[in-house]
């Protein structure tokens, strides 16, 4: 059986992901009891696993050069990138969508200034906003977006929206939501040959748990 390594995402998703492989007879005991380490074995008579805990957008890297045959990444980092992978399965867990928010006196089609946008997601804003035919301005932000719309940094955010609550208790109302997202397997073009068998074991295997 062949070694394959799978590259999860750190944080929301990690609970979600570990949950997954442990429902399909993974052995999760190192993703269990971490400490400092980088790379958890995961050998039993049915996977023969390594697994990583990165940053989302490194999830992607990892897959696109091959270090990692296998990534479990949120759509919402899949929609920023280039697919150098093959995105197979939506694990749907992790379900959030991405919305348009600002204060509530906020008009979309009012005034003459172009919009400023503030998000961590330009790619996603960009395309959002040229579907309208809209002209506005992205100012790239690293985390707590909300901040930018309540200090005059921007106009409205493009942002993720989960339970709602960091809009609520910061002020701001949902826009226009955008488009629903989850966790997706991704899987290096490569792997899906050299590592067939197994990696369509693991597929099959999700499959079915999350139907
Ligand atoms: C995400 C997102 C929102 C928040 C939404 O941020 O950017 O800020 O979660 O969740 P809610 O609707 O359940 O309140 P995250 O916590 O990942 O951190 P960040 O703000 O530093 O990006």
Do not use: W
């Not at 397997?185 to 590592?195: D, F, L, P």
């Amino acid at each position: 059986m062949k070694k394959v390594r799978i590259a999860l995402t750190k944080g929301r998703l990690e609970e979600h992901a570990v949950e997954i492989f442990k429902s399909i007879g993974a052995d999760i005991t190192e993703l269990e009891d971490k400490g400092r380490k980088l790379i958890f074995k995961s050998e039993n008579e049915q996977f023969n696993i390594d697994f990583f805990l990165v940053k989302a957008p490194d999830v992607t890297t990892y897959v696109e050069y091959g270090s990692a045959d296998i990534g479990i990444v949120g759509k919402d980092t899949l929609m920023e990138k280039n697919k150098e992978f093959y995105e197979v399965l939506d694990l749907k867990v992790g379900k959030c969508r991405f919305a348009l928010a600002a204060l509530p006196d906020f008009n979309l089609d009012e005034g003459y200034n172009r919009k400023k946008i503030a998000t961590k997601y330009p790619e996603v804003a960009r395309e959002f906003f040229r579907t309208k035919g809209l002209d506005i301005e992205i100012i790239k932000i690293e985390g707590s977006v909300e901040l930018a719309p309540i200090v005059g940094l921007a106009d409205a955010i493009v942002d993720i929206v989960e339970t709602g609550s960091t809009l609520k208790e910061n002020g701001l109302i949902i826009v226009e939501e955008i488009c629903p997202i989850s966790a997706r397997m991704i899987v290096n073009k490569a792997s899906m040959k050299t590592k067939k068998e197994e990696i369509g074991k693991i597929i099959e295997e999700i499959s079915k748990v999350i139907s």
